[in-house]
């Protein structure tokens, strides 16, 4: 009878002590736990996201060039060309070193234009050039393949170009091509293009109208096929930059 | 003998009185242990929660130079935080003990007046308060 009593005593209490464990871990464990692995969720997440952020900073991929837009004012055009998989958005221009926001979302393997007007501050000394960088979200700092243009503003008021210049633009550098560029009398450019480059900037010095002929090699080895490409552009005082995109 | 028949006439209070007080001590250890636990537990799960966050803050952060220019005695310097999270980021050369605030996706500039001879390289150093930092070298025109 003694053992009997005492045995029930000590059964209520395991019994207690049991339901008290329970307890602690339905409703201190493991939320603890839930928490912890919804913390751990949110970081792997965001890794995860910087992580990607970072690959697609590294695949920004764009090349640009500053055209004139007009002779006689300080006008410039950007041509931005994207040769990446992923869209890419300008956020800065730097003119001079001097910050614009701007807003320009380019789609891949595409192109866009940035018009920038209002160059010439007066206390600048004369002439002025131009030294231009853009900027993306993602924060790649991009610069101009072409050269830095001058304006001559206590002059005749115009842009200073010794030359005039055809740029060819590459859309898809991995193509094996083939620039010939000429007039009816000489030949300026006629040289293979290295599969790495991704555009050339050719100085023309008289003013005319040139032909331009892109040969593609397109196909496997031993299987390739040439497809030409024409282009008609005119360089002269009004125009003395032109591009050329392939 | 009258003694031992009246104590065994009270056993039958003894197993009730000790079935209550071990009850009553195994609840309220138990309930000391419970409350202590699930404070210990919450409070663990808090700290790891935060420390986590401000990991992926640290992680999240993402800032350049972007330009940096000298002009009449001031050295120009803008900071573009192109990350997620707001920072907050001093130069480290030369010593600037002043601490920006640089709101995310926000180009701030940071004037330093100091005197450079022209010509002079200078890495310029920007720390956050996360410990990431961006460099660039500017060579004074």
Redesign the interface.
């Known amino acids: 009878m003694h053992t009997t009593?005492s045995s029930?005593?000590r059964g209520?209490?395991t019994l207690?002590?049991t339901l008290?464990f329970i307890?602690?871990i339905f409703?201190?464990?493991i939320?603890?736990m839930l928490?912890?692995r919804?913390?751990?969720t949110?970081?792997e997440k965001?890794?995860f996201?910087?992580g990607r952020?970072d690959e697609e900073k590294a695949m920004e991929n764009i090349y640009f060039y500053l055209l004139p837009t007009i002779e006689d004012e300080p006008i410039i055009t950007l041509k931005i060309s994207n040769r990446c998989e992923i869209a890419v958005r300008i956020i800065?221009v730097?003119i001079n070193?001097e910050?614009r926001e701007v807003d320009l979302l380019i789609s891949p393997t595409s192109n866009g234009e940035l018009e920038l007007g209002g160059l010439i501050d007066p206390v600048y000394p004369d002439p002025v050039s131009f030294s231009i960088?853009i900027?993306t979200?993602?924060?790649n700092?991009f610069l101009p393949q072409s050269g830095i243009p001058t304006y001559n503003l206590l002059g005749d008021g115009k842009w200073d170009m010794d030359f005039y210049t055809i740029y060819i633009m590459m859309l898809h550098p991995q193509s094996q091509l083939h620039i010939l560029v000429q007039t009816t009398e000489k030949v300026y450019f006629d040289y293979p293009v290295a599969n790495e480059e991704q555009g050339y900037a050719i100085n023309v010095q008289d003013p005319g109208t040139y032909q331009i002929i892109v040969t593609k090699l397109l196909g496997k080895p031993g299987e390739e096929e040439l497809e030409d490409t024409g282009f008609t552009i005119s360089v002269n005082e009004v125009n003395p930059m032109a591009l050329v995109i392939v | 003998m009258k003694e031992i028949e009246r104590f065994n006439e009270r056993r039958g209070f003894s197993?009730v009185v000790?079935?209550v007080i071990?009850?009553a001590v195994?609840?309220t250890i138990?309930?000391v242990?419970?409350a202590f636990?699930?404070s210990?537990?919450?409070i663990?799960?808090?700290d790891?929660?935060k420390s986590?966050?401000e990991?992926?803050d640290t992680?999240?952060e993402?800032?350049?130079i972007?330009?940096v220019?000298y002009d009449a005695g001031i050295l120009h310097i803008?900071v573009?935080n192109?990350g997620e999270v707001d920072i907050e980021v001093k130069v480290t050369y030369p010593e600037y003990l002043i601490w920006t605030e640089v709101s995310s996706?926000d180009?701030e500039k940071i004037d330093i007046i100091i005197e450079l001879s022209p010509n002079t390289a200078v890495g310029i150093n920007v720390e956050s308060r996360r410990e990431n930092d961006a460099y660039y070298r500017f060579v004074v025109p």
């Open positions: 009593g029930c005593r209520t209490s207690m002590g008290i307890g602690i409703s201190a464990f939320p603890m928490v912890m919804q913390a751990d949110i970081y965001e890794k996201q910087v952020l800065h730097w070193g910050p960088m900027v979200d993602k924060g700092i | 197993p000790s079935a071990l009850s195994v609840l138990g309930g242990l419970w636990s699930q210990a537990m919450t663990s799960a808090e790891y929660a986590m966050i990991m992926t992680i999240s993402r800032f350049i972007e330009h220019s803008w573009y192109y996706k180009l």
